[in-house]
Each structure stands twice: as C-alpha cells, then as structure tokens.
Nanobody, 119 residues
Framework: VQLVESGGGLVQPGGSLRLSCAAS????????MRWYRQAPGKERELVAS????????NYADSMKGRFTISRDNAKNTVWLQMNSLRPEDTAVYYC?????????????WGQGTQVTVSS
C-alpha cells in the first residue's frame, strides 16, 4: 500500500497550490479519502474529506471556500486545491485513506508534503 503526496512547496500569502496524492496497493474507490495537516507544535487536524464515489465532500470551517478536494477513481488520485493561502496554512499535509468494514477501521497514510506560506 502506498500513498504518495506531491505538490507542496513555498508560496506567498494569497497564492495557490495543488496537492496530489497517488494511491496504489488497495481498492482506492472503496475508501474515503481525507487530507490532514499538522503544523509545528500542533495536533494533526482534518482539512477535508471526500466520499468513496466523490459525491460528498466536507471541509474544516477555516478551509471552506478556499480549499477544494476532488478525486479520480480511474487514476487512483485525490487532489487538494488550495487558494487564498495564509501563513497559518503552513503545515505538513498528509493524505489518508479510510474505510470501516464490520466495525473494523482501516487507515493508510502518506508520508506528507510540506506547505509553507510566507512572503
């Protein structure tokens, strides 16, 4: 199983980045996909999630209207489009695949990609 994030980097406030997460080794279309982030000294927080078929999305309040999560099950890929970035968005962003089957939770994580918002 692999989740490989890419697309992070340094961006100025107000700028945009698009993160990608390429999945392999499991049935991607059966999993809810989520983006988390963790800033230095802070707990990991949920950024956005998308249902297995892509028909439902959810966002943390501070990301609503700025971030968009999407997926392509044919490409085994999930994206996070981030616009109007703020310095407080600086964090390591992680891709997560989640599934609950008969009360058993399955979680896969990527290695993370650094996003730094600074002038």
């Amino acid at each position: 199983v692999q989740l490989v994030e890419s697309g992070g980097g340094l961006v100025q406030p107000g700028g945009s980045l698009r993160l990608s997460c390429a999945a392999s080794g499991f049935t991607f279309s059966s999993y809810v996909m989520r983006w988390y982030r963790q800033a230095p000294g802070k707990e990991r927080e949920l950024v956005a999630s998308i249902s297995s078929a892509g028909g439902s999305t959810n966002y943390a309040d501070s990301m609503k209207g700025r971030f968009t999560i999407s997926r392509d099950n044919a490409k085994n890929t999930v994206w996070l489009q981030m616009n109007s970035l703020r310095p407080e968005d600086t964090a390591v962003y992680y891709c997560n695949a989640y599934r609950s089957v008969l009360g058993r939770t399955i979680d896969y994580w990527g290695q993370g990609t650094q996003v730094t918002v600074s002038s």
